[in-house]
């Protein structure tokens, strides 16, 4: 049977923790990331977030686990995400200790899986003139992003109303009306 | 509004929607299979004892069934007893298959249905002119909880193919052309719809294939406007009566002649890598697989079957069948279709995603080459990082068994 302890910490209220600021170091992946090499199949058959964070990007980069530290923010191009509806790649991510992931464009259910558990996403372009280990701050009361390295400040794909609301209730589930 | 705007007008009970808004939506139909589930049956138990419409909901155990080891076992044990309890839909590997081929074919999606499924190939359904789209475990709890579910209106993208289709040119060469020509992401929110008399002329299965594919497009969902092809294949189905809704104008329109289009192959590691089959014929296979939710349909196998009929696949190439459900895997055997594939020297799987997403019963070893029918040709989507995969339709993936590499059916 499944227990209890599998139970899915990384929902806990918004990401953010109801700060303002996320800052952390960019990891770059390029166009099209897609679902089965975020969290390969082989995988599936387990939903604990530790143990999908140990093979989180593998197949894309053997060393991910090694290079990411606590905090640091996914850049990526356009469409990251798609494929497979699988949730258990936003829980990797965030598992992962990924504090936020910004892409030109997402593909739309990865988008909508990442909203629902509370991983920060923000679309904006700026892979283009980033490098991992940049250091990046997002302002999300100024919807501005910069790039300490090169200075550059991006603004961020305004959140539409609907979805704002989901968040600050901290993800869909808790967004139901009692 | 056009077809999706009054379906989710009227599944929204508003006057009129129109793209870009954001509503709630009842679900007809809320599918979830052994991956999915039981994240979100899991979110559903934290929050709630019963299921809001306990009628819609529908779970397809069949990405790693016949279980494929301990922990899948416990999965689907975990789901089945759920099932039990709720008293919602649960098929057992026996009466089932392949989610996308299965709800169709008992009658449990019909025209018209606002469908979410915690699967991304759950865009199927707009072939029987549903609304019909993939989901999160999240999003699959959300709507147990309240039969409901968000959506923002999607834009509907217009196909519209016209011409003379090629002989062994079939609905997967011409979502392939499709993706090929908008990209991975060219669809990306949108609804796509396909139109046109070679749309019109084209087989429910074949139109199936090409709904199932959306997805590849980004597509939020594809659907074709239901006409008498529908209603025949609705018709005797069990289940509710399908609705009816008008047609308006679309966002979008992109008109294809395929007078010229010839079978075509995505490449490795993308669905928009795509160009003629005959390019490839210099790559070697070790694996071909024909089956799947987007090819695992009777006249799937009866392309396969046309082309295999007293041939000898090559030496050294492993040909998986993939019937895509238990009712298919019986009308190949009637039709001789099985006995054809045996005698060539295939193996006939159970009804199963299996090797489509590297699950199991075909995965591939490092530098391993394979030719399928499925949907994705992701890095690793079917065993190794190092292996691959090219897609194309039945016939292609039939013609290339036979040679050992990749070849257009025309090249036979």
Redesign the interface.
């Known amino acids: 049977m499944l227990s209890k302890a599998e139970s899915a910490p990384w929902r806990a209220k918004s990401a953010s923790g109801g700060k303002n600021i996320i800052k952390g170091r960019a990891y770059v992946v390029g166009n099209s990331v897609d679902t089965d090499v975020i969290i390969p199949a082989r995988f599936l058959t387990t939903d604990n977030a530790k143990e999908l964070a140990a093979h989180c990007m593998e197949d894309l980069d053997k060393d991910f686990r090694k290079k990411v530290k606590k905090g640091d923010i996914i850049v990526a191009g356009d469409n990251f995400g798609c494929g497979s509806s699988r949730e258990h790649a936003p829980i990797a991510i965030k598992a992962s200790g990924i504090s936020a992931v910004i892409a030109k464009s997402f593909a739309r259910i990865f988008f909508r899986n990442c909203i629902n558990i509370g991983l920060m996403v923000f679309v904006c372009d700026m892979k283009k003139d980033s490098k991992s280990g940049d250091e990046i701050t997002v302002d999300m009361k100024k919807g501005e992003i910069t790039n300490a390295r090169t200075k550059k400040v991006y603004k961020v794909k305004p959140v539409p109303e609907f979805i704002k609301k989901i968040v600050a209730a901290g993800g869909l589930l808790n967004s139901i009306k009692k | 509004m056009n077809y999706v705007e009054n379906i989710l007008a009227g599944a929204s009970a508003r006057k009129s929607v129109s793209a870009g808004e ?1 509503i709630e939506a009842r679900c007809d139909v809320v599918l979830m299979n052994d ?2 589930g ?2 979100a049956v ?2 559903f138990l ?2 709630g004892k019963k299921i809001k419409n306990p009628s819609a909901v529908v779970i397809v155990c069949d ?2 069934t016949p279980n494929k ?1 301990i ?2 076992a ?2 689907v044990k ?1 789901l089945r007893d759920f099932a039990k309890k709720q008293k919602i839909k649960f098929f057992e590997i026996g009466d089932g298959g392949v989610e996308h081929v299965i709800l169709p074919e008992k009658g449990i999606v019909k025209p018209g249905d606002v469908v979410i ?4 190939h ?1 865009c199927t359904y707009g072939a029987l002119g549903a609304f019909s789209t ?6 699959a ?2 709507a147990m ?2 039969g409901k579910i ?1 959506f ?1 209106v999607p834009e509907v993208m217009d196909f519209v193919y016209t011409g003379k289709k090629g002989k062994f040119v079939t609905g997967k060469d011409l979502i392939l052309l499709t993706i090929g020509k908008v990209g ?2 060219g669809a ?2 949108k609804a796509m719809k396909f139109s046109g008399p070679v749309i019109r002329a084209l087989s429910m299965d074949e139109r199936f294939t090409m709904c199932n594919m959306a ?1 590849e497009a ?1 597509g ?1 969902s594809g659907f074709v406007v239901p006409d008498n092809k529908t209603a025949e294949y609705v018709k005797g189905r069990p289940g509710r009566k399908a609705r009816v809704f008008e047609d308006g104008p679309s966002a979008e329109s992109i008109k294809m002649d395929i007078s010229s289009v010839k079978p075509l192959v995505a490449a490795p590691h ?1 669905p928009d890598k795509v160009k003629p089959a005959e390019k490839f014929n210099n790559v070697k296979i070790d694996q071909a697989v024909i089956g799947s939710c987007t090819n695992g349909r009777i006249s799937d196998f009866a392309q396969a079957a046309k082309i295999m009929k007293g041939k000898k696949v090559a030496a050294g190439l492993r040909c998986i069948i993939l019937p895509g459900s238990q009712q298919v895997y019986g009308d190949a055997m009637k039709a001789g279709y099985i006995e054809t594939f045996l005698k060539a020297g295939c193996v006939i799987a159970p009804p199963t995603c299996g090797p489509c ?3 199991h019963m075909g995965v591939l070893a490092g530098g391993e080459t394979a030719i399928s029918t499925t949907n ?1 040709n ?4 079917m065993g190794a ?1 190092t292996s691959k995969v090219y897609l194309a339709s039945p016939y292609t993936a039939a013609a290339s068994a036979l040679k050992g590499r990749i070849i257009s059916p025309e090249q036979l």
């Open positions: 954001y991956v999915t039981p994240l899991k979110e934290k929050r990405h790693f080891d922990k899948s416990e999965n975990f499924g915690a699967d991304s759950t993939g989901v999160g475990s999240t999003d709890a959300f909880l309240t968000w923002r991975v992401n990306n929110y997805i980004g939020k993308l997403l590297g699950g994705r992701f890095v690793g989507r990082v």
